[in-house]
């Protein structure tokens, strides 16, 4: 089946630094990845949509000067924070559709990174 | 009013209990649903996607549909400890590009043996 990776899945940086974390599609092409976010007991909150040779598309709220996504291929998007304070600290969970798929094909997900910020 | 409401549980049910799992949405015109499964520290698993009204079976799951109530569920059978986990209803945002879900919450299952 369809498998997206996720690196790292645990990362430690300290205040004011900048962390990067890669989505991979392993065995399908991705004009679209998605970025979700998820603090302790709350649920995923979409944050941005990577699209492939394009720009981002950001949710409400977030800014994209922090969380800066880059879509160079159609297997690979990345996220990094930038400037990263204790309050980015959280799950980061990316996830992508197969395009050979039909309309509803559900989302695959990355096993996510929980980035803690010191 | 949020737009993909679950109770938050947590929901017990004994070992080889029906769990039923609820979950309602405000957007209408909604087409696709689903219903995921996160482990603590995990990210979300797929257990079952529904898009028409009635009933979709699968192995030990089923989800139930109805889109007049707007109204969508998801039935484990013979339950199992392996199953306790928080279970994730999300729905399809309508006019957004495919994948762009909206999630509730999570109701948090305990299956005690």
């Known amino acids: 089946g369809a498998v997206v990776s996720q690196h790292p899945s645990r990362v430690i940086c300290k205040s004011g630094t900048s962390v990067k974390i890669e989505c991979r599609s392993l065995d399908f092409q991705a004009t679209t990845m998605f970025w979700y976010r998820q603090f302790p007991k709350k649920s995923l909150m979409l944050m941005a949509t990577s699209n492939e040779g394009s720009k981002a598309t950001y949710e409400q709220g977030v800014e994209k000067d922090k969380f800066l996504i880059n879509h160079a291929s159609l297997t690979l998007s990345t996220l990094t924070v930038t400037s990263a304070h204790p309050e980015d600290s959280s799950f980061y969970i990316c996830?992508?559709?197969?395009?050979?798929?039909?309309?509803?094909?559900?989302?695959?997900f990355g096993n996510g990174t929980r980035l803690t910020v010191t | 009013q949020k737009e993909v409401e679950q109770n938050s549980g947590p929901l017990s049910v004994p070992e080889g209990a029906i769990a039923s799992l609820n979950c309602t949405y405000s957007?209408?015109?909604?087409?696709?649903f689903f219903w995921y499964r996160q482990y603590s520290g995990k990210s979300p698993e797929l257990i079952m996607s529904?898009?028409?009204?009635g009933d979709k079976e699968d192995g030990r799951f089923t989800a139930q549909l109805n889109k007049a109530s707007q109204y969508v569920s998801l039935l484990i059978r013979d339950s199992q400890p392996s199953d306790s986990a928080t279970y994730l209803c999300?729905?399809?945002?309508?006019?957004?590009?495919?994948?762009?879900?909206?999630f509730g919450k999570g109701t948090k299952l305990s299956v005690k043996p």
């Open positions: 529904i898009y028409s009204n």
């Open positions: 957007d209408r015109v909604s087409q696709s």
């Open positions: 999300a729905v399809n945002r309508s006019g957004g590009s495919q994948g762009n879900l909206i």
């Open positions: 996830s992508a559709r197969d395009l050979s798929g039909q309309g509803n094909s559900p989302l695959h």
